[in-house]
């Protein structure tokens, strides 16, 4: 999975490399070549600045700055200049290929723009949050992380001009060289002093993918279900938070959620007995009883979405009848005179697709790629097959915890989603029925309390993944192993409760300090030279 700190790394890195390949007895041609590869990357950072490259909503037209951005953005300005100085002196047009450290060059570039798609992803063609996770960019921690990282990106690609003005024929354009890399230079240094105090967790900010399920295979090599088991979790967080705020083009059925939490249910419980297989093969100690312990959790986790999906038993939404109680056949005279209707049918929502596909992967894991979730447990695969798949019982919790994660935020927003289909939902529950209704008529209205217990089953079931969550973090701690995306997911889950009195206000981590760019002082707040008043 894409993350921001991945992809300023091999920026960096591309920047390294090129550094490093020998350019004394480059031409000229080539020589300009790489100037322009490095004015472009110059423009990509410049691009990464201010609220409206990564902020929902920004705060105003103009351009604001702040002072860690605004010096980046004159001494970026400044080292253009400078290059752009030294093309002029070489005098001539650029090869077209500039070998290895060319491509190097370009390489950077393209990141640097990925770094950009990466926020983009997570924010409408109306810059209106698609996750909990685009609220992150709304903070003063998260704009101190990009022009840090930005400033390392600001500093390899002093290094490479360093590189190009040794062997310059032009005097002019060797004082240019050194006078671009003066400014890299102080831009890097200025920038990084007043970012010292960023959070580096905001590294592990993800690629938000769409809600397009990608269905597990027979084929599928083991070792990679680890990997897609994340991915599965990152489109259930962008369907839930879609159906949390009803901007989801399809809502959530009665039917999608009985059948999601049936699934779901089922993948808590293949996790543990992944863990309790793991643990089996693992010396006794701290790092098997973490994993027995979250196993014992987890049985908690699907006992708590079997009771949510079976709330549904005698509950059906008419705008998506595929689940329903069983119904007597028809009568020999409705069928005499064709009156017999049909139930239509109707495809799943995708989140119940990606449901079903993360509990096939887990499966796939514990019981081999042939396995499906439409069949009964099979043999368990050793122990050290499974870990070797993982990488070792460490990162193997710490990608498990994406699902309870993730399975919150579906549980968040289960009763905004029975909340909102409300006339459409009707029960056969005779307890319930209105009076002076014709008691022949097999379905009415669903009462008040149903509703209640439907929605209060999803809210024990929040509980119950964040204290899943909570317990494959220790057993990640026992093993060592450090999960970043951790605390990006508690800030989300914050951000989620307090949109609803009832949500259990619970931490899986401590509180992070954020500061909301709102509340910036405005002393720190500059603007940019030429901006309209």
Do not use: C
């Not at 996770?133 to 930005?150: D, K, V």
């Not at 809502?251 to 939490?261: A, C, N």
């Not at 951000?495 to 206000?505: D, G, K, M, S, V």
């Amino acid at each position: 999975m894409t993350t921001l700190g991945e992809l300023f790394d091999v920026a960096v890195a591309q920047l390294q490399e090129a550094a490093q390949t020998p350019l004394a007895s480059v031409g000229p041609e080539e020589r300009v070549a790489l100037t322009e590869g490095l004015v472009d990357v110059l423009g990509q950072i410049r691009k990464g600045l201010g609220p409206g490259a990564y902020t929902p909503v920004p705060t105003s037209e103009e351009r604001w700055l702040t002072v860690p951005e605004r010096n980046l953005d004159e001494y970026l300005d400044q080292a253009s200049a400078a290059l752009s100085t030294a093309q002029r002196y070489l005098r001539t047009p650029a090869a077209r290929d500039a070998g290895p450290a060319g491509a190097r060059i370009d390489s950077a570039a393209r990141t640097l723009g990925a770094v950009r798609d990466t926020i983009g992803s997570h924010l409408g063609p109306d810059r209106a949050p698609l996750t909990p996770y685009a609220y992150l960019l709304r903070h003063q921690s998260a704009f101190y992380y990009l022009s840090g990282r930005y400033a390392e990106v600001a500093w390899q690609a002093g290094q490479v001009v360093q590189r190009l003005a040794q062997g310059s024929e032009h005097p002019g354009a060797t004082e240019a060289f050194e006078s671009a890399r003066t400014h890299l230079d102080k831009a890097s240094v200025l920038t990084r002093v007043a970012t010292r105090e960023t959070d580096a967790h905001l590294g592990a900010f993800p690629l938000a993918l769409p809600v397009e399920p990608v269905r597990a295979s027979p084929a599928d090599p083991t070792d990679g279900v680890v990997l897609r088991l994340g991915e599965d979790s990152e489109r259930l967080s962008r369907a839930a938070y879609l159906a949390l705020h009803d901007r989801d083009e399809r809502r959530l059925s009665g039917s999608d959620l009985q059948q999601l939490s049936r699934w779901t249910s089922m993948a808590r419980l293949l996790v543990g007995r992944v863990l309790l297989r793991v643990a089996e093969g693992l010396p006794d100690g701290a790092v098997a009883d973490g994993a027995r312990e979250a196993a014992a959790v987890l049985r908690e986790s699907s006992q708590a979405w079997k009771t949510a999906a079976g709330g549904w038993r005698h509950v059906v939404d008419t705008t998506d009848p595929r689940e329903h109680p069983d119904l007597p056949p028809p009568g020999y005279d409705l069928v005499q005179r064709g009156q017999v209707v049909r139930l239509p049918s109707t495809t799943p929502h995708p989140a119940v697709v990606i449901s079903h596909t993360s509990t096939t992967r887990v499966g796939q894991l514990l019981f081999g790629p042939r396995w499906t979730a439409d069949q009964g447990p099979g043999t368990a695969r050793p122990a050290a097959d499974i870990l070797a798949d993982a990488g070792g019982p460490g990162p193997l919790v710490a990608a498990l915890y994406r699902l309870p994660s993730s399975g919150w935020q579906l549980a968040a927003a289960a009763p905004w989603a029975i909340r909102r289909a409300g006339a459409t939902l009707v029960s056969d529950v005779v307890e319930h029925r209105p009076p002076g209704l014709d008691k022949a008529q097999r379905f009415y209205p669903v009462h008040r309390r149903e509703v209640e217990a439907l929605t209060g089953a999803y809210s024990a079931v929040m509980a119950a993944e964040q204290k899943t969550a909570g317990a494959l973090l220790e057993a990640a701690r026992r093993t060592g192993t450090a999960v970043p995306r951790a605390v990006l997911d508690a800030y989300a889950h914050r951000a989620i409760a307090q949109e609803q009195r009832w949500a259990p206000a619970q931490q899986v981590q401590p509180k992070p300090q954020q500061v909301p760019r709102a509340y910036v002082p405005q002393e720190l707040l500059v603007r940019r030279p030429g901006a309209r008043r």
